[in-house]
């Protein structure tokens, strides 16, 4: 598995809160890691257009942590509306 930093603007607290649970669920579910991906994929249309996608932008990454029932399990939702709050004055 590989794991690359978040990005350097995010809560550092929070990614790597989310990112252990979503280990210890994984785990817990028995689920299996997809397979690695060994191509250039700034070349390989054809393989970047078969993954998903991650959130462009902090907006488009905010829509997707309000509607995530598995951030909501982890962060407290007081933490949440304080990280949207934050985000969108800034």
Known sequence: MELRSP?????PYIA???VI???IQGIK????LPNPVDENLFESCDIRNSL?????NLYEAIEVMKKSE???NIVPEK???KFVE???KS
């Open 7 to 11: 990005d350097c603007m995010c809560n």
């Open 16 to 18: 790597f809160a989310l």
């Open 21 to 23: 649970h979503a280990g």
């Open 29 to 32: 579910e028995k689920k299996t």
């Open 52 to 56: 998903k996608m991650l959130p462009q």
């Open 70 to 72: 598995f951030v909501k």
């Open 79 to 81: 933490t949440i509306l």
């Open 86 to 88: 934050h985000a969108i």
